[in-house]
């Protein structure tokens, strides 16, 4: 859990460049007047989509969230890269009132 929590709190820009599919090798951050280029993994190849999906389905219930954000929608995006089975209909389930609104409010 505390992964995703960490994972939600990185600014949007490098938190999309993470969760991205693309194969470069190396990436650029540039936070404030300080830029450096790094390589970096892309955690959808590296972690395990269900766990990660299911412990945003807990922290959306935990925090009795009404809608989700744009963190939580792209976090949910990029675990959407296995087979559907009986756990992400749990997820569905309990997420997809706040995605829905999520998306409308976007």
Known sequence: MRY?????????EPRKILLSNNDSDETSYVMGTDSHRYKSSRLPEIWD???????????????KLVNLDESHIQVLDACLNSK????????FETLKDLLFVGLCDA
Do not use: F, G, M, Y
């Open 84 to 91: 559907p089975d009986e756990e992400w209909k749990q997820v």
């Open 49 to 63: 989509s269900k766990v990660l999906a299911t412990n945003l389905s807990e922290l959306v219930k935990r925090e």
């Open 4 to 12: 995703l929590e960490c994972l939600l709190a990185i600014p949007t």
